[in-house]
């Protein structure tokens, strides 16, 4: 299937563990992103890569580490988790050439730290 | 910054009318207008993008138009079924920007 996939779709925690999310895409795109989604259900991009280069980096505490070691794959290491970081995490890509950069999500990771 | 604002957070509506949903944002100068679906504990679908030289895009029963100079845009489905229940979100991107600026949603039951 082509798609956006990430893993673990859920991932329950301490506080104060390091923990890491993987994305993937099979799209053939050039730029990923990571997105947050809060209780309140508002999505805020934290980070961008494009052809595995910082190009979007938000107010995001510097314990949140992106890391792209192709440009199929966006990682997220999350340092020292605190409670407010509980959340749902959600990967997407686009393409800069194509379909004027409509971005695919993937199915998200659900993240509770207890 | 790009602040997008839906209206009504939450809509009923039984079976078989049709379902208008509103986007509005503060900064014209956009590249693009996108309209999700997300389903309860789900990912979101990609449902129409709208460039922001065009007007409209149509997709079977969806239908978004897009008024650029007063910052809004439609997302209309015709003839609503239950499998239309979800929450419907809207997302702009800012010309020379990567980031998507997402509104709040609006979540649709469609009543059988």
């Known amino acids: 299937d082509t798609a956006v996939s990430q893993t673990p779709k859920y991932l329950v925690t301490q506080m104060g563990n390091d923990k890491s999310i993987k994305c993937e895409q099979n799209?053939?795109?050039?730029?990923m992103y990571w997105y947050k989604q809060d209780s309140k259900k508002f999505l805020k991009i934290m980070f961008s890569?494009?052809?595995?280069?910082?190009?979007i980096n938000e107010t995001v505490p510097n314990r949140f580490s992106p890391k792209s070691p192709d440009k199929a794959h966006l990682n997220l290491h999350i340092n020292s988790l605190e409670l407010g970081d509980s959340a749902v995490y959600f990967c997407?890509?686009?393409?800069?050439?194509?379909?004027?950069?409509?971005?695919?999500f993937g199915p998200g990771t659900r993240l509770t730290v207890l | 910054k790009q602040e997008v604002t839906q209206i009504p957070a939450a809509l009923s509506v039984p079976e078989g009318e049709n379902l208008v949903l509103n986007c509005s944002f503060t900064d014209s100068a956009i590249y693009n207008l996108q309209w999700f679906r997300q389903d309860p504990g789900k990912g979101l679908t990609s449902l129409l993008l709208?460039?922001?030289?065009?007007r409209e895009q149509t997709s079977g029963r969806l239908n978004a138009s897009l008024d650029k100079s007063s910052g809004r845009s439609t997302l209309y489905i015709a003839a609503s079924q239950p499998g239309d229940s979800a929450t419907y979100l809207c997302a702009v991107r800012r010309s020379n920007d990567y980031k998507l600026s997402f509104g709040a949603g609006t979540t649709v039951t469609v009543r059988a």
């Open positions: 709208i460039q922001s030289s065009q």
């Open positions: 997407a890509s686009s393409h800069r050439d194509r379909a004027w950069h409509e971005q695919f």
């Open positions: 799209l053939g795109h050039d730029t």
């Open positions: 890569y494009n052809n595995k280069e910082l190009i």
